[in-house]
């Protein structure tokens, strides 16, 4: 049965549940499969060439591609069987149900557990067979003797480093059909084997966990559309640098980039395994059609740290470990790059607190307290030749943690783009500061979500309100673990003068009361914040509010007198979706901080109401306001003024 030559109506049926056609993968012992994927994941493997029959081996290869399922179509009648488990204990088979398929959970890819496993197994036993046959290693030599043939192994590669017989026999007795396992789960599987090494204390070598103590990092989905956000606008780029590449799974999806426009990658690692693994698999993937360098050396620590008197304090082996990275010759020379892609950025900063201390000594520019993982992004912006960008792609938790106050702040000013998919951060930020406009949203499978600031929203010095009103703002939103980007990227400048009185805000319900009672109404009903706009802090209730925007027709504003709402005589200009702070144009006009009924929020209760429940509410342009201002506090504006001062326009 060859593609395309499927019984009638199957592939219908198939993209009925919801399913892409994907790769034909094999022939594997005589049987071929087509993949079908979900949300760019392999879903079914359905059988095209080969015994439809034999259940037993199209379950090892659906079950190898990370497949949750397999089918086989049958003159008979199609048969469907789940391949959540390893082809030792199978899912009795079944014929699918009309309903849709994409209903089922898919588990994470049971061939990933079982290569780990069998990987760790692989490990202890070539440790005892490195150590009796000699005795004069030190760790990293072993390491690397130790995995070696693992590597080898999984990529099918030749080398000096020749895997067992048993270990090839226990690949089979596992139900595993290597060919068919896809390159980046063979990556994904050594990432997470990656989290355990060998750890060598003078004669005795014992396995025991490595920092990072994960590697997974983002799925498969995310790494793809992160790679293929950066690999636009490739326009005079020769030179793009990966730091923390680790196991070359975002090798694998930015190189079908870089070998398209010619682009030299760049990578390097802390960790010689990873190191060791990521080059086999892309020149087992690319070969010449990519141009690309890797080097097993620290992104975070420099050489040239090294050259001061308080380098002496750090241990040899310590320094042995860290692997300083010496720019003038780590990659022939070239020490600036036209990008750095950070995708990874699960690197520990040392191993050693003595060290630690030193070398956070040596990056005091950002402060103390932010993670070490973020780091990177100072360091690769460091590393930027002129008008080059960093694009850095974390969780999004770690850009909410009150640690990362000071990353925040050496972010704003740098920030371009900041876009949320999947529960992760992608960030694109330039060496120098320039003049280019924001961009806000969801990065998602069919059209991207975007919403566009002015770039002086993310910077700090562009706020209007004097100290120590500013101070203590900041201060309590960044302890209450607030983004200040995300704080201030609800800044807005209106083109013509309009207000918004807090007190003509109503919930989910009244709105949709009024507009059951006439259609009309919905004209006038303007969302106040949006679900995309708004920073969750646990509540959804800031997501629910509405304005309403101008006279409302007879039915809906007796309705609204009836909910006790006072709707406007006459029309109010209300901002944007999703505003949380407004201020002025190049004038003194302070941004207001107010509660639900319209009063300004005295400074004792900054920290204990949450922000969900508060509304930054303001006055755009309003000369009455800053004459009131320059009336009430001629010596400047305090928080206490601030408390004091109405929000409604005089």
């Keep these: 049965m060859n593609r395309g030559t499927a019984p009638d109506g199957l592939f219908a049926r198939l993209a009925g549940w919801g399913l892409v056609r994907g790769p034909l993968a094999g022939p594997f012992d005589g049987q071929a499969v087509e993949v079908w994927l979900r949300d760019g994941e392999p879903a079914i493997a359905v059988l095209t060439e080969g015994d439809p029959d034999d259940l037993e081996g199209l379950h090892r290869i659906a079950w190898s591609l990370g497949c949750s399922r397999a089918l086989a179509p049958h003159r008979k009648g199609d048969v469907l069987i789940r391949t959540a488990g390893p082809p030792s204990e199978p899912a009795p088979p079944r014929h699918p149900a009309p309903g849709r398929i994409d209903a089922m959970p898919v588990p994470v890819p049971g061939v990933v557990n079982a290569l780990v496993r069998l990987a760790g197994t692989w490990r202890e036993r070539l440790l005892r067979q490195c150590l009796a046959g000699h005795l004069d290693w030190t760790e990293a030599d072993l390491n690397l003797a130790v995995e070696a043939p693992i590597a080898a192994l999984l990529l099918g590669t030749a080398g000096d480093c020749v895997p067992t017989a048993r270990m090839r026999a226990e690949i089979g007795a596992a139900g595993v059909v290597l060919d068919a396992v896809p390159p980046g789960l063979l990556a994904l599987v050594w990432d997470i084997h990656l989290a355990r090494g060998v750890h060598l204390a003078g004669a005795d070598a014992s396995v025991g966990p490595r920092p990072p103590a994960d590697r997974a990092g983002p799925d498969r989905v995310v ?121 990874d950025p699960a690197v520990p900063l040392t191993r050693r607190r003595a060290v630690q201390r030193y070398i956070e000594g040596g990056y005091a520019t950002m402060t103390a307290g932010a993670d070490p993982a973020l780091l990177l992004v100072e360091a690769g912006a460091r590393r930027l030749a002129p008008g080059g960008r ?67 929203a993310l910077d700090i010095g562009s706020w209007t309100v004097t100290d120590p009103a500013r101070a203590a703002l900041l201060t309590r939103l960044e302890a209450g673990g607030a983004p200040l980007g995300e704080v201030l990227l609800g800044g807005v400048r209106a083109p013509a003068p309009a207000g918004l009185d807090p007190a003509l805000l109503i919930d989910t319900r009244a709105r949709l009361l009024l507009l059951r009672a006439d259609r009309r109404a919905a004209r006038a009903i303007r969302p106040l914040i949006a679900p995309v706009d708004v920073v969750r802090f646990g509540s959804a209730r800031a997501a629910s509010r509405f304005a309403i925007a101008g006279p409302l027709p007879p039915r809906a504003r007796r309705l609204a007198l009836e909910l006790g709402l006072e709707p406007p005589e006459t029309d109010l200009l209300p901002p944007p979706s999703g505003p949380r702070l407004l201020f002025a144009e190049g004038a003194p006009t302070p941004a207001f901080l107010c509660d639900p009924f319209g009063r300004a929020v005295p400074t004792a209760d900054l920290g204990t109401i949450a922000p969900a429940d508060l509304f930054l509410a303001g006055l755009l342009h309003a000369a009455p306001v800053a004459a009131l201002i320059a009336e009430r506090c001629p010596g400047g504006l305090s928080v206490r003024c601030l408390a004091r001062l109405p929000v409604r326009l005089p």
């Design 223 to 343: 790494l793809r559309r992160f790679a293929a956000w950066a690999g636009t606008d490739t326009d005079g780029i020769d030179r793009v640098l990966v730091p923390a590449c680790g196991a070359g799974r975002f090798l694998l999806a930015y190189g079908r980039w870089a070998a398209v426009h010619n682009i030299h990658l760049y990578a390097l690692d802390p960790d010689p395994r990873a190191v060791l693994f990521a080059g086999a698999l892309v020149e087992r993937e690319f070969g010449s059609r990519l141009a690309y360098t890797l080097r097993a050396s620290h992104p975070l620590v420099d050489a040239d740290l090294y050259n001061d008197p308080l380098a002496r304090l750090i241990p040899e082996d310590a320094r042995a470990r860290l692997r300083p990275a010496d720019w003038s010759s780590l990659f022939g020379g070239i020490d600036h790059f036209d990008r750095v892609l950070i995708a």
């Design 390 to 456: 960093v694009f850095a792609l974390y969780q999004a938790s770690a850009y909410r943690v009150p640690s990362a106050v000071a990353f925040r702040r050496w972010l704003a000013p740098r920030a371009d783009v900041l876009i949320t998919m999947a529960g992760y951060c992608a960030v694109k930020v330039s060496a120098e500061s320039i003049p280019t406009p924001i961009l806000a949203g969801s990065l998602g499978e069919g059209a991207s979500v975007m919403r566009s600031y002015p770039r002086s």
